[in-house]
């Protein structure tokens, strides 16, 4: 009898073989970092790196503790405060986009200062790297215009990339992502055409993701107003710690280590440099004092960069958010060896004592990756708090004539300020505080508020009670303005102008604080303004904020003590934290141009408080008070202290003569510029002496007795 092999062995066998291969293929990848992968899997180019070939950590050391980072699953939010020479564009912003197009596939946001600048990175940066590095060139073909394909959007298996420019609210806020990017956000737009701060808006559109990751990173500016120094403040503020290779005690690698030797005091000195001897300039431990070598600071940043799990970075503080604190002394570049530094601070420091700062600001933030203080540029809040003034809230002194409202509009309140102004455009501060409640819906909420605050008069010094004058609302936000336009709306008058105000996009201060506004074309409606029949007012707010702060080489009204033209005024007891918000910009250099300066709005402080006086210094100038001849200032305080002087049956049979005074209608829609405006000589008085008769009896009395003013 025929016996046959048992064959159930090799079947298990066999099918063990076949579908451990099916398994394998369908298995996820084994877990890798972001590091691990650009070691393994990138090549540079020529056109990348002075250094092409395999992508070797070992020419960016410092970088390692930051891409470990950015691959731990428990840190989602990843903050560099870094110079300009470290090789951060290309060993962490580089590799974590390739990471995640080939290891993790996501949709990734990448948030440019500008659109050119999103354009320039892909260029330069990220199609060099995608054609050099096989594994992303056969996911992502540089060649396709298919669905949407170009510079700034490539599509890739199982996700999206988009570089878009921070000054674009559609690109920032359209797109969810599970990996956000942002680079140099000191440059990025504060403000996106009135919708937020990109960073914010751009990290919004990540949280749907539980396991998304958040990268900002770039080079700081002014101490006090940079966003990247406000972004380390939520951090771990990890710092990079290297060990004497003489005593073995470790410190952080910084400037106040570095040695310039001096040339003797019978050597001529030379041009530029003088007698320091930037070519021998030396690095020395603080522990023990001894020098550090260029070769030994290389050679102790990559031993300190080897040792896991922190890879040389300590956090100073606990947070769930991990910053990096980097200056140029962690790159072991040929570029950045002691003496190049040395030369570059020497240099700086020559401009800097011929009154030429840029350079020395430029050294302080690119290559010791530190905000730049600028002292004595605003005076402290400490003085103005001294020279407060012993009148009360809601009263004004005897040079203050004319009250204006300005009102800054928040989500959840509005913020106003209430000066007065007189002779020579000086202002007194009558109010400042804030109405609190929405103010999405029109006539609800906080705009209640405003409405009975522009009933309440300021009580002057000679006893009369001064109605307010105009008022000027910020327009700007866009998920307020429909509200804000209705008010305006409802409440513009010819006597008493209430006017929607828009802050001027113009960093470099060329639009005038007042410039006549469009009129209103009937026939196109297409913006939330024409709507509504409401002129638009533009506010040159860089000229105004010149004005009010000026800085250190201009000067500013806010500056200015005692009295007279063109001094500001406030009451002691005004709620605390208006000195600080008056001081909440500085005015600092143009990362492109150092000798242009733009206002930058500071990140320990709200600004709401500058910003309703640079609206109440438009309606000033809306008014005409700047231009006012000194008779027609006199005619004004005469009105108010004569009005009471008169004899009582001859101000009885004036005001009884006189009509209610009526409210002037809304503007219509088409309503030229000037229907809009306000003469100086219309300006509101108060209520007492509103009738047209009195105001013409006075008049006649102060031309007889002092002559027809010229």
């Known amino acids: 009898m025929l016996t046959l092999p048992d064959t159930s062995a090799w079947e298990a066998a066999a099918a063990d073989r076949i579908f451990g291969a099916a398994?394998?293929?369908?298995?996820?990848?084994?877990?890798?970092?972001?590091?691990?992968?650009?070691?393994?899997?990138?090549?540079?180019?020529?056109?990348?790196?002075?250094?092409?070939?395999?992508?070797?950590l070992e020419a960016t050391p410092a970088l390692r503790g930051i891409l470990a980072a950015c691959s731990d699953p428990k840190i989602h939010k990843v903050v560099n405060q870094k110079p300009a020479q470290i090789g951060y564009t290309a060993g962490i912003v580089c590799n974590a986009i390739g990471y995640h197009i080939d290891h993790k596939p996501s949709?990734?946001?990448?948030?440019?200062?500008?659109?050119?600048?999103?354009?320039?990175?892909?260029?330069?940066?990220?199609?060099?790297?995608?054609?050099?590095?096989?594994?992303?060139?056969?996911?992502?073909?540089?060649?396709?215009?298919?669905?949407?394909?170009?510079?700034?959007?490539?599509?890739?298996?199982?996700?999206?990339?988009?570089?878009?420019?921070?000054?674009s609210p559609a690109d920032v806020k359209s797109t969810s992502a599970r990996v956000v990017i942002v680079e140099e956000p000191d440059d990025a737009a504060t403000d996106v055409r009135g919708q937020g701060d990109a960073i914010k808006l751009a990290e919004e559109r990540a949280k749907t993701y539980p396991d998304h990751l958040i990268l900002i990173g770039g080079t700081p500016t002014a101490?006090?107003?940079?966003?990247?120094?406000?972004?380390?403040?939520?951090?771990?503020?990890?710092?990079?710690?290297?060990?004497?290779?003489?005593?073995?005690?470790?410190?952080?690698?910084?400037?106040?280590?570095?040695?310039?030797?001096?040339?003797?005091?019978?050597?001529?000195?030379?041009?530029?440099?003088?007698?320091?001897?930037?070519?021998?300039?030396?690095?020395?431990?603080?522990?023990?004092?001894?020098?550090?070598?260029?070769?030994?600071?290389?050679?102790?940043?990559?031993?300190?960069?080897?040792?896991?799990?922190?890879?040389?970075?300590?956090?100073?503080?606990?947070?769930?958010?991990?910053?990096?604190n980097a200056n140029e002394l962690l790159s072991i570049f040929d570029g950045s060896r002691l003496p190049n530094l040395a030369r570059k601070f020497v240099e700086a420091q020559h401009e800097m004592d011929e009154g030429r700062p840029e350079a020395m600001v430029v050294f302080w933030n690119s290559t010791l990756g530190l905000p730049w203080e600028y002292k004595g540029e605003l005076p402290e809040e400490d003085e103005l708090r001294a020279r407060a003034e012993a009148y009360a809230e809601w009263s004004v002194p005897a040079g203050g004539l004319l009250p204006l409202v300005g009102v800054d509009v928040q989500h959840d309140r509005l913020a106003v300020t209430v000066w007065v102004v007189g002779r020579g455009e000086e202002m007194w501060l009558a109010y400042w505080g804030e109405?609190?409640?929405?103010?999405?819906?029109?006539?609800?909420?906080?705009?209640?508020?405003?409405?009975?605050?522009?009933?309440?008069?300021?009580?002057?010094?000679?006893?009369?009670?001064?109605?307010?004058?105009?008022?000027?609302?910020?327009?700007?936000?866009?998920?307020?303005?429909?509200?804000?336009?209705?008010?305006?709306?409802?409440?513009?008058?010819?006597?008493?102008?209430?006017?929607?105000?828009?802050?001027?996009?113009?960093?470099?201060?060329?639009?005038?604080?007042?410039?006549p506004p469009k009129p209103i074309d009937p026939n196109h409606k297409s913006t939330k303004a024409s709507r509504y029949g409401v002129q638009v007012h533009l506010v040159g707010t860089a000229k105004a904020k010149d004005l009010l702060l000026g800085w250190a080489t201009e000067g500013g009204r806010v500056r200015l003590a005692g009295n007279g033209a063109g001094r500001m005024h406030w009451y002691e007891g005004v709620r605390a934290d208006f000195y600080e918000q008056l001081l909440s910009e500085i005015k600092v250099p143009s990362r492109n141009n150092p000798k242009r300066r733009?206002?930058?709005?500071?990140?320990?402080?709200?600004?709401?408080?500058?910003?309703c006086t640079v609206y109440s210094l438009y309606m000033s100038r809306h008014l005409r008070l700047h231009l006012r001849r000194p008779a027609q200032w006199d005619l004004a305080e005469l009105l108010l202290r004569q009005g009471a002087l008169l004899p009582e049956a001859e101000a009885e049979a004036v005001e009884t003569s006189a009509p209610a005074p009526k409210e002037a209608a809304p503007a219509k829609v088409g309503a030229s510029s000037a229907s809009m405006e306000t003469a100086p000589e219309t300006a509101p008085v108060p209520a007492s002496l509103a009738s047209a008769q009195l105001q013409a009896l006075l008049k006649n009395r102060y031309l007889q007795r002092h002559g027809r003013p010229g």
């Open 23 to 56: 398994w394998s293929d369908m298995a996820p990848p084994a877990h890798m970092g972001i590091g691990e992968w650009s070691e393994a899997r990138r090549t540079l180019s020529s056109e990348e790196s002075a250094l092409p070939g395999e992508y070797s």
């Open 435 to 515: 109405l609190y409640g929405q103010t999405v819906v029109a006539h609800a909420g906080a705009w209640v508020e405003l409405e009975q605050l522009l009933q309440r008069t300021v009580r002057h010094a000679s006893g009369a009670a001064l109605s307010i004058a105009a008022c000027g609302i910020d327009c700007s936000d866009g998920q307020t303005s429909d509200a804000a336009y209705s008010f305006v709306r409802k409440h513009h008058r010819r006597d008493r102008p209430v006017l929607a105000l828009k802050g001027a996009s113009d960093d470099e201060g060329r639009v005038e604080i007042w410039t």
């Open 107 to 167: 949709v990734i946001v990448a948030v440019f200062p500008r659109e050119k600048s999103a354009k320039d990175f892909s260029t330069e940066k990220l199609e060099p790297m995608i054609r050099n590095t096989p594994v992303l060139r056969a996911k992502i073909d540089l060649t396709s215009r298919e669905r949407g394909q170009g510079m700034t959007r490539r599509s890739f298996p199982g996700g999206l990339l988009k570089l878009v420019g921070s000054n």
């Open 223 to 324: 101490k006090g107003a940079s966003s990247i120094e406000a972004e380390m403040r939520t951090s771990d503020q990890r710092r990079f710690w290297i060990a004497c290779p003489h005593c073995a005690e470790e410190h952080v690698p910084v400037w106040e280590n570095v040695i310039i030797p001096q040339l003797p005091n019978d050597a001529p000195a030379r041009d530029v440099y003088g007698r320091a001897r930037w070519e021998d300039a030396s690095y020395h431990c603080p522990a023990c004092g001894a020098q550090i070598t260029d070769d030994e600071r290389i050679l102790a940043i990559r031993r300190a960069a080897a040792v896991p799990p922190l890879y040389g970075w300590r956090p100073e503080v606990e947070s769930s958010v991990a910053g990096f």
């Open 598 to 611: 733009a206002w930058k709005p500071r990140t320990d402080r709200r600004q709401e408080g500058l910003d």
